[in-house]
């Protein structure tokens, strides 16, 4: 991997943080401000598993692995979530 491209990389993380914390402070309403910074998220998310995790050039089903992990995590964040609330 080159040097270049995880510079490049590490600057839109910087950026994508910058950003969040900029709407955080933009006086936006709860949901858009929390859907903005949801996006902002995912999307760092992604670039880090997939160039500082080495995802992007591993066989697809480690990839796969990886993600049903994720899906599995997210699942009982919110089942969890949704039991503690009680609604």
Avoid at 12 to 25: K, P, R, S, Y
Avoid at 62 to 76: E, F, P, R, S
Wanted: hydrophobic letters at 60%; a positive charge; aromatic letters at 14%.
């Amino acid at each position: 991997m080159n040097t270049r491209l995880y510079t490049v990389i590490y600057g839109v993380l910087f950026v994508f943080a910058t950003l969040q914390v900029a709407v955080e402070f933009a006086g936006l309403d709860y949901w858009t401000a929390f859907g903005v910074i949801m996006a902002l998220s995912a999307v760092k998310a992604l670039l880090v598993a997939a160039y500082f995790q080495h995802l992007r050039y591993e066989p697809r089903a480690i990839t796969y692995v990886v993600t049903i992990g994720l899906v599995a995590a997210l699942a009982l964040t919110l089942a969890a979530a949704y039991s503690i609330t009680g609604t």
